[in-house]
């Protein structure tokens, strides 16, 4: 386009802006197409073409010396580029970063400070860009989107100094001391866009209350999990209220939840997950957090109801939702940490402390039939005979295994825990050293599995309970008499050597 049209007039100058802008509408509409469509595939091409397109408009302004008239257009269409960029690569990257910079490094130009490139970093570069923008009011609009844009990607990546200093300045007149996020969040009032602007897939203040939301759901629950009960419940308020979608709206009921019950308010920490579960169907964390209520409460039958239907909903497959093509609230939360209260695992995790849970409750027959299900769910090929731990800190497979055979003894079913006992030996007894002078080098060895002797003399302790229950005494004193060869030779000299609980405590 630069090539067809000279631009020694103004009138041609005119009217390539007038044909860059008509074209960087012509995408944001095409996308907005893409965000509407039922079809995966169609949704996925017009919103790459879109894509590509914006990238091409970007390369033709850059092409040309910085001016004012046109820098309204340029950094929107940076601002259009990078939300759709950052959306359908599901993150921020550094190349976005790049683009930003590019940008500030623009609008410098035309004011003849390019030596406030990078000197003090991405942030120097910002405070210069924003000291100068009160001479080029027209440019305000869309620099504060563009800050908006730096602001997820510096929350994404944890530089929240720099985010606060970002935020102050462009805050200045209200809360220019405030180190308080989300106070600088709610005070900040990005300037309207002119109604004749060019078209935008987010508008800056739209983009500013994902920010607002997102920032009050991460401080929430890191306040939750360090035990700041009092903010971590205000910070959870503020993100309820905010533009919160109903995906993560469960998140957020069923951290207050988990709040309120810390803070002794059961019922009204009830109210919150019963929220949760109307709101959506990601069941899983309410319903784990249901359970620590009610086992809290001592109503065990609640307890064990809620474990049973977490169960069910982790084993449903659920098509995820087609995302819309802005910056959203969960495209600025951090990977689900296993140490939060909301993560609530595998349905094999789930599994595990159903039965665990039946079995310490004295629901033995139930807690043998869960523990069975939970043994062929591991070993049926989809996961590793020898997986990490189903549930921290619970056991490794192994003592998946003894605690199996401990429920199927209590539910008096002796001769299936000696199947289950066999089937153990069958996977442990050869890692164990035939010669007892090969011990000590053994305990020294090993490292994959440093408690196998003391898991095959549990297995012999369990042997013996069974074949007792089953009347056949000397079968049982000869399990007891290998159980207790073992733990003599495998005793650690070593203090800090510990023997698993699983051995004594089934």
């Known amino acids: 386009m630069a090539h067809q049209t000279p631009l020694g007039s103004s009138a ?55 001016t004012v008239s046109v820098l309204p257009l340029e950094l929107t269409v940076i601002c259009n580029f990078i939300t759709l960029r950052a959306n359908l690569a599901q993150g921020f990257t550094e190349d976005l970063a790049q683009d930003i910079q590019q940008g500030l490094e623009r609008v410098l130009e035309t004011q003849g400070q390019l030596e406030a490139r990078l000197e003090h970093g991405l942030w120097g570069l910002w405070d210069s860009t924003l000291r100068v923008s009160s001479l080029l009011p027209e ?44 106070l600088l969040l709610k005070t900040w009032r990005p300037p309207a866009e002119e109604s004749d602007a060019p078209l935008t897939l987010q508008d800056a203040r739209g983009l500013r209350d994902v920010l607002l939301t997102a920032f009050a759901y991460r401080q ?102 087609a995302r819309q093509l802005l910056i959203e609230v969960e495209l600025l939360l951090p990977q689900p940490d296993p140490a939060s209260p909301l993560h609530c695992g ?72 000696l199947t289950v006992c066999e089937e153990l030996l069958s996977r442990t007894s050869f890692l164990l050293p035939k010669r007892p002078r090969l011990w000590e080098d053994a305990r020294r060895r090993t490292k994959e599995s440093p408690h196998c002797s003391h898991w095959v003399s549990a297995t012999h302790l369990l042997q013996g309970q069974a074949w007792v229950q089953l009347g056949a005494q000397k079968e049982a004193i000869s399990e007891y008499s290998r159980c207790l060869e073992l733990l003599f030779r495998a005793t ?6 510990e023997v698993p609980r699983a051995c004594f405590q089934l």
């Open 12 to 66: 041609s100058h005119v009217s390539c802006l007038d044909l860059w802008r008509e074209k960087n509408d012509q995408l944001v509409r095409q996308a907005k197409v893409a965000q509407d469509s039922s079809l995966p595939m169609r949704r996925q091409q017009l919103a790459q073409d879109a894509l590509e397109g914006l990238r091409g408009l970007l390369c033709s302004l850059r092409g040309l010396p910085a």
């Open 139 to 182: 440019l305000l609009p869309a620099l504060h989107h563009l800050a908006g844009l730096q602001a997820a990607l510096w929350l994404t990546t944890n530089r929240l100094g720099d985010l606060t200093l970002l935020l102050q300045t462009l805050t200045v007149s209200q809360s220019r001391a405030s180190e308080d996020m989300l």
């Open 220 to 321: 929430g629950l890191q306040e939750l999990i360090t035990g700041s009960l009092p903010k971590a419940l205000s910070s959870l308020h503020e993100a309820a209220s905010g533009l919160c979608p109903r995906s993560l709206l469960v998140q957020v009921y069923t951290a207050l939840g988990t709040c309120l019950r810390k803070m002794g308010s059961p019922q009204r920490a009830l109210l919150y997950l019963v929220a949760a579960l109307k709101e959506g169907s990601t069941w899983g964390p309410p319903l784990l957090e249901a359970s620590r209520l009610y086992q809290q409460l001592g109503n065990i039958a609640a307890e064990i109801e809620s474990l049973e239907l977490l169960v069910e909903a982790l084993s449903i497959t659920r098509i995820p939702e």
């Open 346 to 417: 595998t349905q094999s995790q789930a599994k595990y402390l159903l039965a665990s849970r039946c079995l310490q409750t004295g629901r033995a027959a139930d807690a043998a039939e869960h523990y069975l299900d939970l043994l062929a769910l591991l070993l049926d090929g989809s996961e590793p005979k020898f997986s990490p731990p189903p549930c921290p800190p619970g056991p490794c497979v192994p003592e998946l295994f003894l605690e199996a055979a401990a429920a199927l003894i209590q539910a008096g079913r002796a001769q299936d825990a």
């Open 492 to 497: 650690p000299k070593d203090k800090e050597q």
